[in-house]
Each structure stands twice: as C-alpha cells, then as structure tokens.
C-alpha cells in the first residue's frame, strides 16, 4: 500500500474555500477509488473511477464535490465551498482492474480541517 | 440493512495472546469478498488479508487468519501471538461480486489494546 501518493497528508481551509485532493495511485493500477472516513466512524465509498470515466459516484454528495482521474496525471478529488462538515480523513484506494477479488491498496489519507 | 457489523467498538488482550475481533456480513450476492484492514493512530489502513467467498479454506497470513463461517455469515479475525505493535483500529469490509461498482463496504472498526 506503499504505493498509493496522497497529497497534501493534512489540508486546512477556511469555510467557502476550495479543497483539492490529489491521488496517484500505484503503478499498474488503472482504477480508483475515494472514500470519507468521519471521526470515530468507519470509511465512506464517494466515488469509482477509471482513466478518464468516472465509473460510480454513487457515493458523492451532488453539490460542491467533484472527481476526475485524467489520461496523464493524478485522480483529483475537488471540494468547492468548505463547509466544517467536510473535517473528514478522505482516503483514495486503487486495484489493477475492477475484479470483485482484487484488493484495495490504500493511499495514507488527506486530513481536512474545515475552520 | 448493514452490510458490514463489527459489534466490538473496543477489545483489550494481554500480549502474546491470541484475539478474536468479529465480524458479520450481509449480502444476496454469491460471490463476494471479505478484507480486514488495520488502522494504527497514524492512521494509514493497512491491508491484512482477503477471503473469497467460493474459498474452502480459510485465509492465513503470518500471524492472521480468517474464521470464515460461511452459512452464519461471518468472517473474524484472528490475531495469534498479540504484540504491542497490534494495537490498532480493525476494520472488516466486503465486496460484492455483482455490478455494483465495487466499491468496499466497511464496518465501524474494533479499536484493539494490546496490553504489555
């Protein structure tokens, strides 16, 4: 699990501004996954994605969130308009292909604080 | 209906015990999959060990196996030999085979104290 890149490992913003989350997963994976995790809980599913499709958002809020996993680059996770509900360890996931029986190898985990 | 059930929000065991964290499952699909990841106060997750559903064995790694009983389903964790460096949230989660984006179902985690 090594592999999967979170960045920033903490991110603190003021309500109404943006959150930017990024997710480099590990080589060879070609699909990603974004979960929440609240304080004493466990994690959330947000959302699936492959290069350039996102698969499932299911889990996403419809307003203020986003995802995107572009041909070249890192997968994005965009929160816009901070609100103090968003404090969350946000934790982005990849596997080699959409198998039900491939793990998940997790990244270290964003900690937003919200002010 | 839950999917996945940790009903242990705290476990304690006296180091080089063994520990039984538990969890039950609830899906129609027949084919699944069963994960237990660790979370120590760091709070990375960390991968321990997988169990299919068509497996008819159950899963070892080192020192962690799982008690997979499939017609209860449950799928607990056994930790052997507990050490310090145990200490940790525990969380199982679930897959499920069908079309449904593949996403992890998780459990609300055992917080584990391994106790010198």
């Known amino acids: 699990n090594a592999g999967v890149m979170q960045n920033p490992r903490h991110l603190v913003r003021r309500r109404g501004q943006e959150a930017r989350l990024r997710c480099s997963p590990m080589k060879g994976h070609s699909h990603v996954y974004w979960y929440r995790q609240l304080p004493e809980e466990g994690l959330k599913f947000m959302v699936y994605?492959?290069?350039?499709?996102?698969?499932?958002e299911s889990g996403m809020p419809k307003e203020r969130f986003s995802a995107e996993f572009p041909k070249e680059g890192p997968s994005i996770l965009r929160i816009q308009q901070v609100v103090r509900g968003d404090s969350a360890a946000y934790f982005c996931a990849s596997q080699t292909s959409g198998g039900s029986t491939d793990t998940q190898y997790f990244g270290p985990g964003t900690r937003l604080t919200v002010l | 209906a839950q999917k996945i059930t940790q009903t242990q929000p705290g476990m304690f065991v006296q180091e080089k015990e063994a520990v039984t964290l538990d969890c039950t499952y609830d899906?129609?699909?027949?084919?699944?999959?069963l994960f237990w990841y660790k979370q120590p106060s760091s709070g990375e997750m960390i991968f321990l060990i997988y169990?299919?559903?068509?497996?008819?064995q159950n899963a070892t790694e080192g020192r962690y196996s799982l008690n997979f009983q499939k017609a209860r389903k449950s799928a607990n964790l056994v930790i052997s030999a507990s050490q310090l460096g145990d200490s940790a949230m525990y969380f199982c989660?679930?897959?499920?085979?069908?079309?449904?984006?593949?996403?992890?179902?998780f459990g609300t985690g055992t917080s584990l104290t391994v106790i010198p």
């Open positions: 994605l492959q290069k350039e499709n996102i698969i499932d």
């Open positions: 899906t129609s699909d027949q084919s699944y999959g």
């Open positions: 169990q299919g559903s068509y497996d008819e």
């Open positions: 989660a679930m897959r499920e085979g069908g079309n449904t984006g593949n996403q992890f179902y």
